[in-house]
């Protein structure tokens, strides 16, 4: 009996103190949060966050990237589902990785094994996952607009992993997150993107991503990439058929792959042709301003849109991205999931 209640006494102690370390562990992303929200409930589109969003997810994920392997139990008890019905290493992993970071339960679905390919309606998906009651709903489809549907549609927070040629938010705030990580500010920068700007949807988050930040942005692509309208769509990014031209007093340099399951290879003679005339070596590098960086949102196809000697350079921040892609990824699942103002998303179940 003695025994029993010494065993008490000291196993409440040791949980109440592992309880308490939990809790610490837990508030210091929140002491950084402050608690803030986000102005929206999804994050479908970089034009529906605000600045002040934008500035709340990189403060976080600034914190979440100190505290490296850190677990926390932010989000226990709640389910991220991965739905992914296109291919994905970096995104998927990462945005798996950091619901199981921040403690909640992970499911991954992928295009073969869904009920779509079998018929169902997006709808009909949608309202299954919802009568599972998903906490977030992390989307990649080949189709723009999607991720906008089931946002209507369900209880639980979308995040848009990439729809069709549409946007990539996820990865336009961590390509803006790495180079602000690299240069405190770049208000006045000049971002040059290289390559398929006309299927790529991580340029379609780039373009609204960059002049929030008071980046000034280029393009060097063929003319076959650039549509008809993109000059009165952007205004404000400079277009250029000449890679050399528009690398001259560049600071970021950003190479896209050509996006062949889009039908990005039909704009061109063939890859190798853009290879020569596009894609970006050590000596056409050099002609950035010093102290330049490269990036790419991969998979890179290395000696197409970059030489394969480019990509082990210090000046080459590739695998910083794929890092802060999962501080930014564990930054938006909490924010999204875990509102300290409660307000709840209003949805159309029908
Ligand atoms: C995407 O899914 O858009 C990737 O992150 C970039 C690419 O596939 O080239």
Wanted: glycine share 8%; net charge neutral; hydrophobic share 45%.
């Amino acid at each position: 009996m003695v025994i029993q209640r010494i065993f008490m006494v000291l196993f409440g102690a040791i949980s109440y103190s592992t309880d308490q370390m939990v809790e610490h562990i837990n508030n210091l992303p929140r002491e950084v949060r402050k608690n803030r929200d986000l102005s929206v409930f999804d994050v479908v589109s970089i034009d529906d966050l605000s600045n002040d969003d934008i500035h709340l997810i990189f403060d976080v994920a600034k914190k979440f990237k100190e505290l490296g392997n850190e677990k926390f139990s932010l989000l226990k008890g709640m389910t991220v589902f991965c739905v992914f019905f296109e291919g994905s290493t970096r995104t998927r992993a990462s945005f798996e990785l950091a619901g199981k970071k921040l403690g909640a339960d992970t499911i991954n679905i992928t295009s073969n094994g869904t009920s779509i390919s079998k018929g169902e309606t997006l709808h009909d998906t949608a309202q299954t996952l919802n009568a599972m009651r998903a906490n977030i709903i992390v989307v990649r489809t080949e189709y723009s607009g999607i991720p906008q549907f089931l946002a209507k549609h369900v209880g639980a927070a979308v995040i848009n992993a990439g729809d069709g040629m549409h946007e990539h938010p996820s990865q336009g705030l961590l390509d803006a997150f790495t180079m602000i990580e690299h240069y405190g500010d770049i208000a006045g920068k000049t971002v040059l993107v290289v390559g398929d700007i006309s299927h790529s949807r991580v340029f379609g988050s780039l373009v609204r991503i960059l002049p929030r930040l008071r980046a000034s942005m280029r393009v060097a692509a063929p003319k076959t990439f650039v549509r008809n309208g993109f000059r009165e769509a952007f205004p404000h990014v400079q277009v250029f058929q000449n890679v050399e031209e528009a690398l001259l007093g560049t600071d970021i340099v950003i190479a896209l792959r050509v996006q062949e399951e889009r039908g990005g290879g039909k704009g061109l003679p063939t890859l190798r042709e853009f290879s020569k005339t596009f894609g970006i070596n050590e000596r056409r590098f050099a002609l950035a301003n010093v102290g330049a960086i490269f990036m790419h949102p991969g998979p890179v196809m290395r000696d197409i849109e970059v030489h394969n000697a480019l990509m082990t350079k210090g000046t080459t921040k590739i695998l910083n991205q794929v890092e802060n892609g999962l501080a930014v990824r564990t930054a938006l699942e909490w924010l999204v999931a875990d509102r300290t103002d409660k307000k709840v998303k209003l949805y159309d179940s029908i």
